[in-house]
């Protein structure tokens, strides 16, 4: 639509666009969004950089305010839109506001008086279509594909009246459908049909790091860093997540300690701990004295893990400056964490500084905990010593050897040695540990030597003599004043030169001497479980049955799962015609060792004798006897007939749970040798299957003499041999 281009701006209505603007339209006259990078939802290959420019806003008397807005001009075609924009202004970097992004341009421009129309009736004009750009200061072409979408238009009037007011107008309009291949005027282009998408990440401008330039729209976000990490002087490494690397070697080339340690900070809320400890390594080096720093390096190494090496920087930290109240907050955090109550007061709780609260509720925690674990071990309650301890490693001191060990010497006194050495397994270990620790002192013993202490007691309930000579050493050197440490040392080594002199006896074949070697050893370690299971064996080779289950009686009280024992107290009943209680054992090792085939022989042994000794006859009773098929009618009903407890598993060949059964049970016959077991594939013996009315597989009925006791359907593993076991009784 041509109009006239020598209008003034008086003809043209501007006079009165301020006051038509106020009625009409709400005012927007914040300028804090102005710095904002634009926005790119689609680039269509633009040879143009999408970056927008900004109008130059400045506050005050004196100060306009430029729009960039189109105008037309009667030398193109109809629909062609240009812009008028100020040669002085455009590239020029914006002064009016200090907090600018860096390569952000402004620039001013005139209205049109299309644009003026527009504004003024608050909607687009019906025949109003986007049009080509002839002045690349306008702002960067970019090719619409076609559709109807959705438009956000910025405007800026201004007005050079007496009062030299300025506003910025915000209009919300829908456009009508663009002919795909048409230029956008807009500095963002939306896909068609969509409506505008707002970002829900700060969007900023990179300032050259990394793989990205000055300038360049870059993704906010990252990782928190850790209120106590220094970050002091901010960050300049922008980077989006894959210049890490990057950033890491181009700090490390830095020889600005505070820039090397800016990006270590960075790195750090990144969650890059390994490469930000990098840093504070360089930083370190170049400037050793800086006491924030080592802090920050013991942050990372806290993160990682190494509480010991986080320990010592720490204490540098603090050495360097004494008033650091964050180098002391950590140390105070990291003390609590290896069960140090006194040191951990001493740094939380420093003149001058509030202290932690969550961690002083910690702290206050534990010392109430290890005051009742310590009260409770004079009494010898070892129940109490086991929970006091468990409860206060959950305060947080998970990395205290110290406490780990006392939890490890309640399971020992409780009779509970497989968890007593799982215990002292996960006990961390005292390598590289803080040096300012190991004089610290544990129910009167020094921590390293205790930890020792409840290791050499811990081996020598397992049978591990020489493993507990060594341990009682060496507590016995580090803490040589402590007459607890003493007393358990020299019972160590008093027990296990019984034990040796107990086994050298047994090989030469003098039994009863070596009954009094042993002997002589549990009078200094009464609850020890090896001594009594080898007293057990030479009291058995001296057939004293009666007082070799006593032995393996006592033996297993202390440790249950005591394999040796318990085969030797089953061999001790069957020659004392013990049946059951043989039995009994031989099923519970033949459970703990199903490949032993000498215990399947002898508990195949003990159950024929039980039988034999209840009266029960029994016919083609064969060790390791299988599962026999029966497949017609006749058969199946001489196998249920036969004296004693026969078992039928009614299967098909190819059912799967058919097929996940039949290995148990060719176990339970190896284990019940004087039951008889039998199968049926109901698809081949149609017949059988229709007498018995076998409707669901697998189906298992247990006969005893010919008369049926028990149907099971698709039993458990541990059901069906309850069952088997009590029809066979």
């Known amino acids: 639509m041509p109009h006239t281009t020598g209008k003034s ?70 629909g062609s839109v240009s812009s008028k924009t100020s040669n002085a202004q455009l590239g020029k970097r914006s002064d009016s506001k ?36 002839r002045s690349v200061s306008a702002g960067p072409p970019l090719i619409y594909s076609g559709g109807s979408v959705n438009t956000c238009i910025s405007t800026n009037a201004s007005t050079n009246t007496a009062t030299s007011s300025s506003s910025s107008i915000s209009i919300a309009s829908t456009t009508t459908v663009f002919p795909s291949g048409n230029i956008c005027p807009s500095g963002k282009i939306v896909k068609s049909g969509l409506a505008c998408r707002a970002s829900n990440k700060t969007d900023v401008l990179g300032s050259g790091c990394g793989n990205y330039g000055h300038g360049s729209i870059v993704r906010g976000g990252g990782v928190k860093l850790d209120s106590n990490v220094n970050t002091s002087g901010g960050s300049n490494a922008n980077v989006q997540s894959g210049g890490e690397s990057v950033m890491g070697k181009r700090a490390m080339g830095n020889s600005d300690p505070e820039e090397v340690k800016k990006a270590g900070n960075e790195l ?36 990682l893990g190494r509480l010991p090496e986080a320990v010592r920087e720490c204490e540098e930290a603090v050495r360097l400056d004494p008033g650091y109240g964050r180098a002391h907050q950590r140390l105070g955090s ?88 799982s215990s002292l397994t ?16 544990f129910f009167g013993i020094l921590i390293e030597a205790y930890v020792l202490y409840v290791r050499a007691q811990v081996e020598m309930a397992l049978g591990r003599f020489e493993n507990a000579v060594v341990a009682a050493e060496k507590a016995g050197l580090i803490d040589c004043s402590n007459v607890e440490v003493m007393r358990v040392s020299n019972k160590v080594k008093k027990v296990a030169n019984a034990r040796s002199q107990g086994n050298d006896l047994f090989s030469s074949g003098r039994f009863a001497e070596a009954c009094s070697a042993y002997g002589e050893g549990l009078k200094y370690d009464s609850s020890n479980s090896v001594l009594y299971c080898n007293r057990a064996v030479c009291r058995s080779k001296l057939r004293q049955w009666e007082q070799s289950v006593e032995d393996c009686n006592q033996a297993l009280k202390i440790q249950p799962n005591y394999i040796k024992a318990l085969l030797r107290r089953a061999v001790s009943n069957a020659k004392l015609d013990r049946w059951a209680e043989a039995v009994r054992d031989y099923e519970v090792l033949r459970r703990d060792l ?50 004693g407890v026969s078992v039928v598993h009614f299967k098909v060949e190819s059912n799967e749970k058919c097929e996940e059964i039949s290995p148990f049970i060719n176990m339970l016959c190896v284990r019940y040798p004087y039951v008889n077991f039998f199968k049926v594939d109901v698809e081949e013996s149609l017949s059988i299957a229709k007498a018995e009315s076998i409707r669901t597989i697998p189906t298992f009925k247990i006969y005893k003499n010919g008369e049926k006791v028990k149907e099971m359907v698709r039993p458990s593993h541990q059901f069906l041999e309850d069952s088997v076991r009590t029809c066979s009784l």
């Open 9 to 78: 701006m008086q003809e043209m209505g501007l006079d009165s666009l301020t006051s038509r603007f106020r009625d009409s339209l709400s005012y927007n006259s914040d300028t804090n969004n102005k710095n904002k990078p634009d926005f790119k939802e689609l680039d269509l290959g633009s040879p143009v950089s999408p970056l927008m420019t900004r109008s130059s806003v400045s506050g005050g008397n004196g100060g306009g305010v430029a729009a960039t807005t189109s105008s037309c001009s009667s030398g193109t075609s109809s």
């Open 594 to 643: 199903p490949g032993d085939n000498e215990v399947a022989e002898s508990l195949h042994r003990a159950q024929v004798a039980l039988k034999k000794s209840h009266g029960e006859e029994l016919h083609n009773v064969k060790f390791g006897s299988e599962v026999e098929e029966v497949s017609s009618l006749d058969k199946f009903k001489a196998a249920i007939s036969s004296p």
């Open 98 to 133: 200090s907090n600018n992004h860096s390569g952000e341009l402004s620039v001013s421009s005139e209205t049109s008086p299309r644009a003026s129309e527009t504004v003024r009736s608050g909607t687009t004009p019906r025949n109003w279509r986007p049009a080509h750009r």
């Open 268 to 303: 750090y809320r990144r969650g890059h701990f390994g490469e930000a400890l990098a840093l504070y390594d360089r930083a370190i080096s170049l400037s050793p004295e800086n006491s924030a720093y080592r802090s920050n390096r013991a942050a990372a190494l806290t993160v």
């Open 334 to 421: 990291l003390y609590l964490r290896f069960g140090q109550v006194e040191k951990s007061y001493r740094h939380l709780c420093i003149p001058g500084q509030q202290p932690d609260q969550s961690e002083l509720q910690k702290l206050k925690s534990l010392e109430k905990h290890l005051k009742q674990c310590e009260d409770a071990r004079k009494l010898g309650d070892w129940k109490s010593v086991l929970r006091e301890s468990e409860a206060a490693i959950a305060t947080g001191a998970e990395s205290s050897p110290q406490l780990v060990a006392c939890k490890a010497e309640a399971l020992l006194k409780l009779h509970q040695l497989e968890d007593a050495e």
């Open 426 to 441: 996960n006990t961390p270990k005292f390598e590289n540990y803080p040096s300012s620790c190991l004089p610290t002192k």
